[in-house]
């Protein structure tokens, strides 16, 4: 049946063969790799200063009240925006059988986005007293990016998106494979709930307060804090693993309806989950059953994308041995299976009650974002960088050595946070038993947590490694076997063209 599907999407005459640049992959893809390494230094940190209170305490820019936003903000918006940005540049040019619209226009975009967050990091991290609305942070869980940042990446997503529907626009394939889709909901989406989520209602207030107030205040913050996830990770995500899992597994998908009922279930569902955040919390009580109620209904898009994965790569397991991509994608996809699970459970009542503000929610939202859309990310990055490069891996070696520090390290990470949490959790509601012996507690959990995350980090500057060298060194020169081949190919296409 997929393959079928997957037939009827070519063009009944096939183009002549395009010669991609790439220019614009490889322009965000630096600024990704870039603020991977700044800012998964900055949760490092984070993470020691848990064991070490007093690590750079005469530093104030070093406060872990400062350099913790730093970190959550910079790994989504400096990490995982930009390379879905370049592996955008990468996919919709080839989904769409057409060059990308414009190279030029790929380039400034990434430029205005990394100075956007630079801004936005340093008016989190300078230790400033300030009035300025364009300069001051809302101190709100993903509202902590300044106005005059805001503008930055707003004006930088507009430019990404004229970009990329444009090129939809010229494509000479009629039919949409299950990525575009996703790739359309992720530029969409992003737009709707970014605006929403961080619109200056400040300069337009009336009560010296600023922003929204109340209950509204509560309610659009957590849509917008849990539609970062759901509504921006989470498609992107989903669309680089639909390219690029058929792709290292060379196989086809298992369905594409499948990917289209997973596509529109995710869209209709997710922006209803965001008050789970606030059990037992300053919102109506029906309202909170309303976000238990589709926190539930989730499991249809997860269901849908965990099988359809899975079925692409039946027969094929094989290759998880030496296929890093693959392995990638196939343990973030188990994350992302979990990490929905565990969402959906913690929205009833009774659970949420002992996890709610403890270190399990962190444990929790680092397997969304590092074990699975950070997963999806590296694996599209080994896949598509040597090819945009016209050059081999540098190193397969490194990059199994990456797979498993960060795959291992984040075990390690996530298990410490998870085990340590419940039982904090289970603490806090005794009366009995003194706040400080819960700090006390935790200690060794602390102490695993930023085991884990120094693997997770190192793991990170191996792979920045393995793809500066991959661009820097020059390519092998080829083979007799491989010029006569490319030379029959040639010769083929212009006998066609003739």
């Known amino acids: 049946m997929a393959i079928e599907q997957i037939k009827a999407m070519q063009p009944s005459a096939p183009p002549e063969r395009l010669q991609h640049e790439d220019t614009a992959v490889k322009?965000?893809?630096?600024?990704?790799?870039?603020?991977?390494?700044?800012?998964?230094?900055?949760?490092?940190?984070?993470?020691?200063?848990?064991?070490?209170?007093?690590?750079?305490?005469?530093?104030?820019?070093?406060?872990?009240?400062r350099i913790r936003p730093a970190?959550?903000?910079?790994?989504?918006?400096?990490?995982?925006?930009?390379?879905?940005?370049?592996?955008?540049?990468?996919?919709?040019?080839?989904l769409c059988g057409t060059k990308l619209y414009s190279e030029k226009l790929g380039k400034a975009t990434s430029i205005v986005w990394a100075i956007g967050i630079l801004i936005a990091t340093y008016c989190l991290l300078n230790p400033m007293n300030t009035t300025n609305i364009f300069l001051m942070t809302k101190g709100k869980e993903y509202e902590e990016y300044p106005l005059v940042s805001n503008v930055f990446l707003l004006v930088g997503w507009v430019m990404l998106m004229w970009n990329l529907c444009n090129t939809f626009a010229r494509r000479t394939y009629t039919q949409m494979y299950a990525a575009l889709w996703y790739v359309m909901g992720c530029l969409l989406w992003t737009a709707f709930v970014y605006v929403i989520g961080n619109w200056p209602s400040q300069l337009f207030s009336t009560d010296g307060v600023g922003g929204f107030s109340g209950l509204n205040d509560a309610n659009i913050n957590w849509f917008y804090g849990h539609s970062v996830v759901g509504l921006i990770a989470t498609p992107g995500g989903l669309g680089l693993a639909y390219y690029f899992l058929p792709k290292a597994a060379n196989s086809p998908l298992y369905s594409h309806k499948l990917s289209l009922i997973g596509f529109w279930t995710l869209g209709a569902i997710y922006i209803w989950n965001g008050a789970h955040h606030m059990i037992y919390g300053p919102i109506p009580y029906w309202l909170q059953t309303v976000a238990t109620i589709f926190s539930f209904l989730l499991f249809i898009p997860v269901l849908s994308v965990v099988t359809n994965f899975f079925g692409t790569i039946r027969g094929e397991w094989h290759q998880l041995r030496t296929n890093v991509p693959l392995k990638f994608i196939i343990a973030g996809t188990v994350f992302y299976f979990l990490v929905s699970s565990q969402g959906s459970f913690q929205a009833l009542r009774s659970l949420s009650a002992v996890v709610h503000f403890t270190d399990y929610i962190i444990g929790h939202s680092h397997m969304a974002l590092f074990g699975t859309f950070t997963f999806y990310a590296y694996a599209a990055v080994y896949y598509a960088i040597p090819r945009a490069y016209k050059k081999p891996l540098y190193s397969e070696g490194i990059a199994d050595w990456h797979f498993w520090l960060s795959f291992l390290g984040f075990i390690v990470f996530s298990a410490a946070l998870w085990v340590g949490g419940y039982a904090q959790g289970q603490m806090w509601n005794d009366p009995n038993i003194p706040f400080i012996e819960t700090v006390n507690f935790m200690k060794p959990f602390w102490h695993a947590r930023a085991g884990g995350g120094a693997a997770m980090l190192l793991g990170m500057i191996l792979f920045v490694w393995n793809i500066y060298k991959t661009a820097t060194v020059p390519a092998p020169p080829a083979s007799e076997d491989e010029i006569r081949v490319a030379e029959g190919r040639g010769a083929a296409a212009a006998q066609a063209n003739s």
């Not at 600024?31 to 900055?42: A, K, N, P, R, S």
């Not at 970190?71 to 080839?94: A, K």
Request: charge should be positive.
């Open 27 to 65: 322009w965000a893809l630096w600024v990704g790799l870039g603020y991977l390494i700044m800012f998964g230094t900055l949760g490092v940190i984070t993470a020691v200063k848990f064991v070490i209170p007093d690590l750079f305490y005469s530093v104030q820019w070093m406060s872990w009240s």
């Open 71 to 94: 970190h959550v903000q910079g790994m989504i918006f400096g990490w995982l925006l930009p390379i879905y940005m370049s592996m955008f540049y990468y996919m919709v040019p080839r």
